[in-house]
C-alpha cells in the first residue's frame, strides 16, 4: 500500500481477482454464524510475481490463504502425500527421450479449490480489505464464513487434491510406480502413458496420441484444466528437446536466482579467499549432528564457516 499507485494498483487488482474467483467461480465460503464448539481462522494474502520459463514476468499473483499456523486439527488424517521429486523427474524424462516422445503439460486452475472441505471449519478475511473490494465482495470481508472448499494453507489441502486424482487416475486404468508420484498405464503393441504427478502440476506422455487426447480430454471433464502442448518448466528446471528426441533439463535460471540472492556482490571469476571461504561449505556432508541447539551455536557456525 505504500508503493506508488501505479505499481500499488495491478497488485490490488490480482487480490480482487482472487477473492472473486474464490466466491463467484469456486463457492469457497457460505455466510453462516459459527457454533460455540466451532473454529474460526484468519486467513492472509500473499503476493508472487510469476516468472515463465525465460526468467521474465508471467503474472502477478495474489493467493488468499489459511493461516495454518493458528489452526490446530480436529481430525487424525496423514496430511503426507506423494510428489514428483528431481529423480523422479529425471527418470520420467529419460523414459520419454527412449520413446522419442515429449510430455505435455496440464496445470490445474486454483487447484485446492477444486476439492470439497472435509470437515466443518470457519475463516474470516481481513476487514481492511473492504476499502479495495468491489461492491459485491465487501460483505464477504471482516465476518466469519463457512468454508466450503480447500484453501492453500490449510494442512489437508494437498492431502484432499491427491487423493482426488488418485481416484482419476487409477479409474483411468493408469498404475503407480515404486518412484514417487510417477504413474504408468501399457498400451496394446508396447506402447505407454506416463503421468508424472507434482500436486497442481501434471506432465503427460504417451506413445499413441489417439490414447493421450482420450486422458487429456478425461482429466478436463473432472478438473479444470490448462494445458501446454510442449512441458517446459517443471521442479524450477527448463525443459527442452531436440529434433532427435533428446531432452536436457536446465537450472541456470534458478542456480542464478540463488546467487543472485545469497552472493549478490560476487564476480563471475572467483578471488582466492571466495574459494578458501566456501570451499569448506561445499565439501562437507551435514548430518542432524550439526545442527546448531542455540542462537549462540548458529553464530559460532556462521564464524567459523563464513569468515574470510
Request: one cysteine or more.
Amino acid at each position: 500500500m505504500k508503493q506508488p499507485i501505479a505499481t500499488r494498483q495491478p497488485w490490488i487488482q490480482s487480490l480482487v481477482k482472487e477473492l472473486k474467483g474464490l466466491v463467484k467461480d469456486r463457492g469457497a465460503f457460505e455466510k453462516e454464524q459459527p457454533g460455540p464448539n466451532d473454529a474460526v481462522v484468519p486467513v492472509k494474502e500473499v503476493f508472487k510475481c510469476k516468472l515463465h520459463q525465460h526468467g521474465n514476468v508471467d503474472k502477478l499473483k495474489a493467493r488468499i490463504v489459511f493461516r495454518g499456523d493458528l489452526y490446530t486439527p480436529t481430525t487424525d488424517i496423514d496430511s503426507w502425500n506423494p510428489h514428483a521429486t528431481w529423480p523422479s523427474l529425471q527418470l520420467y524424462l529419460a523414459m520419454c527421450a527412449k520413446f522419442v516422445i515429449f510430455p505435455s503439460q496440464a496445470d490445474y486452475v486454483m487447484a485446492y479449490l477444486q476439492v470439497d472441505m472435509k470437515e466443518r471449519l470457519f475463516v474470516q478475511l481481513p476487514r481492511y480489505w473492504t476499502a479495495h473490494m468491489p461492491n459485491d465482495l465487501k460483505p464477504y470481508c471482516g465476518v466469519p464464513l463457512l468454508l466450503m472448499k480447500a484453501l492453500y494453507g490449510y494442512t489437508f489441502s494437498g492431502k484432499f487434491l491427491y487423493e482426488e486424482q488418485e481416484e482419476f487416475l487409477i479409474s483411468f486404468g493408469m498404475q503407480s510406480t515404486p518412484m514417487p508420484a510417477l504413474w504408468r498405464m501399457h498400451l496394446p503393441g508396447g506402447g505407454v502413458i506416463m503421468v508424472l504427478q507434482y500436486c497442481d502440476d501434471f506432465l503427460i506422455a504417451s506413445t499413441d496420441a489417439i490414447n493421450k487426447n482420450k486422458f487429456k480430454t478425461t482429466l478436463s471433464t473432472c478438473f479444470e484444466i490448462e494445458w501446454k502442448p510442449n512441458a517446459d518448466w517443471f521442479l524450477q528446471a527448463r525443459i527442452r528437446q531436440d529434433t532427435n528426441g533428446n531432452i536436457s533439463l536446465d537450472q541456470h535460471r534458478y542456480a542464478k536466482s540463488v546467487v543472485g540472492r545469497y552472493l549478490p556482490t560476487a564476480s563471475p571469476t572467483p578471488s582466492q579467499t571466495d574459494l578458501r571461504k566456501f570451499a569448506s561449505l561445499c565439501q562437507q556432508t551435514w548430518t542432524k549432528a550439526h545442527s546448531s541447539k542455540t542462537k549462540i551455536d548458529v553464530v559460532n557456525l556462521e564464524t567459523e564457516q563464513l569468515a574470510p
